[in-house]
């Protein structure tokens, strides 16, 4: 089992949609996690970042970590075509490896007009 | 803020020859720099860490000879391809970790590397 799983998609949705956005892990060790966005060619922006359970909210974007079920999800309200790219999540991890991140397999969005 | 830059954003070279990679943090110190690698459709592949004034710590399977990695500063690294070959033709992508939150890490726009 992967570290971090997340559905790759490709998800297609109208402008102004809701979208939401899953990945899950496996190792409960201390933990943080990010949510990149990646446009073709570019490397990951960063969109949020969050350590605790619960949701943290951006502008159009949040980001929700639940971890008694170990889930993370990111929601883009009112998405933009602008926003078609692909979304990275990754988890954080302490000890040794402190500041390496795992990342998911990414899920490519594609908003529509 | 939290700006990394790379350079060069392409480049092409034949095989056998060896290309140089920087990585700079330009509005903050980095504390440690990650070096990946990214093919097509895929998500990043870590490759390396590297600690300003130390030895870089390579990934399982990367070659250390292969891929040699300075960080001179604490806004600088560099990732130097040796005696590339057409299968090291990819996407290098680094990133910087640090400013306000010290766990985030900010990425660099990419270098794509093509070897004939």
Same mark, same amino acid.
């Given at each position: 089992?992967?570290?971090?799983?997340?559905?790759?998609?490709?998800?297609?949705?109208?402008?102004?949609?809701?979208?939401?956005?899953?990945?899950?892990?496996?190792?409960?060790?201390?933990?943080?996690?990010?949510?990149?966005?990646?446009?073709?060619?570019?490397?990951?922006?960063?969109?949020?970042?969050?350590?605790?359970?619960?949701?943290?909210?951006?502008?159009?974007?949040?980001?929700?970590?639940?971890?008694?079920?170990?889930?993370?999800?990111?929601?883009?309200?009112?998405?933009?075509?602008?926003?078609?790219?692909?979304?990275?999540?990754?988890?954080?991890?302490?000890?040794?490896?402190?500041?390496?991140?795992?990342?998911?397999?990414?899920?490519?969005?594609?908003?529509?007009? | 803020?939290?700006?990394?830059?790379?350079?060069?954003?392409?480049?092409?070279?034949?095989?056998?020859?060896?290309?140089?990679?920087?990585?700079?943090?330009?509005?903050?110190?980095?504390?440690?720099?990650?070096?990946?690698?990214?093919?097509?459709?895929?998500?990043?592949?870590?490759?390396?860490?590297?600690?300003?004034?130390?030895?870089?710590?390579?990934?399982?399977?990367? %070659?250390?000879?292969? +891929?040699? &990695?300075?960080? @001179?500063?604490?806004? =600088?690294?560099?990732? /130097?391809?040796?005696?590339?070959?057409? %299968?090291?033709?990819? +996407?290098? &992508?680094?990133? @910087?970790?640090?400013? =306000?939150?010290?766990? /985030?890490?900010?990425?660099?726009?990419?270098?794509?590397?093509?070897?004939?």
């Amino acid at each position: 089992q992967k570290e971090v799983e997340q559905d790759p998609g490709p998800l297609s949705v109208p402008e102004g949609a809701i979208v939401s956005l899953n990945c899950t892990y496996s190792n409960s060790a201390f933990q943080y996690f990010m949510w990149y966005r990646q446009y073709s060619r570019k490397g990951p922006e960063l969109l949020m970042y969050t350590y605790s359970s619960g949701n943290k909210e951006d502008g159009r974007f949040t980001a929700q970590v639940d971890k008694s079920s170990k889930y993370i999800s990111l929601f883009i309200r009112d998405s933009q075509p602008s926003d078609s790219a692909t979304y990275l999540c990754a988890k954080g991890a302490g000890g040794t490896s402190y500041g390496k991140l795992t990342f998911g397999q990414g899920t490519i969005l594609t908003v529509h007009p | 803020g939290a700006v990394v830059s790379q350079h060069p954003s392409w480049v092409i070279c034949k095989s056998g020859t060896s290309v140089k990679i920087e990585c700079r943090s330009l509005d903050f110190q980095a504390t440690t720099m990650f070096w990946y690698r990214q093919f097509p459709k895929q998500s990043l592949m870590l490759m390396a860490t590297s600690n300003e004034g130390s030895k870089a710590t390579y990934e399982q399977g990367v %070659e250390k000879d292969k +891929f040699l &990695i300075n960080h @001179a500063s604490l806004t =600088l690294s560099t990732l /130097t391809v040796t005696s590339a070959h057409p %299968e090291d033709s990819s +996407f290098y &992508i680094c990133s @910087a970790r640090g400013g =306000l939150v010290e766990e /985030t890490q900010y990425f660099g726009p990419g270098t794509r590397l093509l070897v004939l």
